[in-house]
C-alpha cells in the first residue's frame, strides 16, 4: 500500500508504503507529472526500504507515484497511486483562486469576479500583479479589495506587495467590446520576485462569454458541511453530497444544471435535483441533470450526489466534480466545482 506523498522539504516529496512481502530483492517506483501523462520508473531502491524523496520538483506542480515489488521470479502487482503537489521553495509560492468561476454578460456590461493572491514564500512577495494571457476582445482591469468586506482599496491595475505567508484579495473587471463564445481566461498571477501561481482550470480561470443579447448569467458557488471545499466519499462505495446556491444576474431563460469530472475519469457516480432553499429537499426528481426557468435575480439551488465506485485519490486539483450550467444552446451560463476524494 502507498501512502499519499507528503512534503519533505522545499520542492521535495516523500513517498512512502507498506511492506507486505517477506522475499522482496527490492522495490521499483515509478512517477508521472499530473494525472493523464505516462509513467516513468525513477528510482529503485533496495529489500525492506519503505520511503523514497523525490527532489528538484516544480512547485504547484502534481506529481503522482506507484511502487512495486520485485525478485527474480518477478513481480508485483503496481500499488495504488497516489498524488500529491510540491510545495513552494522560499523564493516562489504564489497561489491563486477565482470566485466565481464563470461570467456571462451583455456586450458593454461590466463582469466582475474576485481573485486572491496567495504568498506562501518566506520572504516579501514584490509589486504582485494580475494580468490576462489571452488576447481578448476586452477591457480589463483589477483592484485590491479588504477580504473581509469586499470592498474596493488602493488604485485600479496597480501591483502591491504580499507579505510572507500573506494574501491580497482582488476584484477583476472585463468589458466585453464585442460578442465572445465562452472561453476559459487564464491569468498570470505573478510578483517581481516570484514566479507566477499554476494555472489550474476552475481554480484560477474565469470561464467568459459575452452576446449581444441580455442573457442569463448564473453566478454559483458550492457550500460542503466541512467548508473546505472537499467533498468526502466514505470508502470506494461510499456516498458523498454536496449543495451549490445560485442568483442569476442576467436576463431570464431555460437553464440545464449538471455535474461532471472535467477532464478527469473518476469512478464516481453524479446525480443532482433542485432543492427548497428553506430545507435543502428536493424538489425536482434526482437525475443525471435538472432543466429549469431561472427568472432574472432567482435564487434557485441544487443538491449533488456523488456514488463512488472505486478509490479517488486525493489530488485537488485534477479530481474535481464541476457543476455546470446551460441554456436552451448549450452555451455554458454559470459553474462551480469542489474538490473530491475517497476517505
Given at each position: 500500500m502507498l501512502a499519499g506523498p507528503r512534503e519533505s522539504g522545499a520542492g521535495e516529496l516523500q513517498a512512502t508504503?507498506?511492506?507486505?512481502?517477506?522475499?522482496?530483492e527490492g522495490f521499483k517506483i515509478e512517477r508521472r507529472t499530473g494525472t493523464t501523462q505516462t509513467y516513468t520508473q525513477i528510482a529503485i531502491v533496495a529489500a525492506n526500504i519503505t520511503s523514497y524523496n523525490d527532489s528538484g520538483l516544480v512547485d504547484g506542480e502534481t506529481y503522482c507515484y506507484r511502487v512495486l515489488a520485485f525478485n527474480p521470479a518477478g513481480s508485483s502487482p503496481f500499488s495504488d497511486e497516489a498524488c500529491a503537489v510540491a510545495r513552494p521553495d522560499s523564493n516562489s509560492g504564489l497561489l491563486a483562486a477565482v470566485l466565481p468561476s464563470s461570467r456571462s454578460v451583455e456586450v458593454g456590461i461590466v463582469a466582475t469576479a474576485f481573485a486572491t493572491i496567495i504568498n506562501r514564500g518566506n520572504s516579501l512577495a514584490i509589486a504582485c500583479k494580475i494580468t490576462p494571457l489571452s488576447g481578448l476582445a476586452a477591457n480589463f482591469h483589477y483592484q485590491t479589495t479588504n477580504p473581509n468586506t469586499n470592498q474596493i482599496t488602493g488604485t485600479p491595475d496597480t501591483p502591491v506587495d504580499i507579505t510572507s505567508g500573506g494574501f491580497q484579495s482582488f476584484v477583476i473587471a472585463f468589458i466585453p467590446t464585442q460578442a465572445l463564445a465562452p472561453?476559459?481566461?487564464?491569468?498570470s498571477f505573478d510578483c517581481a520576485n516570484r514566479d507566477p501561481a499554476p494555472i489550474n482550470v476552475g481554480l484560477n480561470t474565469l470561464l467568459l462569454s459575452a452576446s449581444a443579447t441580455p442573457v442569463s448569467d448564473i453566478v454559483a458557488w458550492a457550500a460542503i458541511l466541512s467548508n473546505d471545499g472537499i467533498v468526502n466519499i466514505r470508502g470506494t462505495n461510499g456516498t458523498g453530497a454536496f449543495a451549490v446556491a445560485t442568483v442569476n444576474v442576467g436576463a431570464t431563460e431555460t437553464i440545464t444544471a449538471s455535474a461532471d469530472t472535467g477532464s478527469a475519469s473518476l469512478p464516481v457516480n453524479i446525480s443532482l435535483c433542485q432543492t427548497n432553499p428553506a430545507n435543502g429537499q428536493c424538489i425536482s426528481a434526482i437525475d443525471s441533470s435538472v432543466t429549469t426557468t431561472i427568472n432574472?435575480?432567482?435564487?434557485?439551488?441544487?443538491?449533488?450526489?456523488?456514488?463512488?465506485?472505486?478509490n479517488v485519490s486525493f489530488n485537488p486539483v485534477a479530481n474535481r466534480i464541476f457543476v455546470r450550467f446551460r441554456d436552451s444552446g448549450a452555451v455554458t451560463r454559470g459553474s462551480t466545482s469542489v474538490a473530491v476524494r475517497t476517505q
Open positions: 508504503w507498506m511492506d507486505n512481502s517477506n522475499n522482496e472561453t476559459d481566461l487564464q491569468f432574472a435575480n432567482a435564487t434557485p439551488t441544487f443538491g449533488i450526489f456523488i456514488q463512488g465506485t472505486g
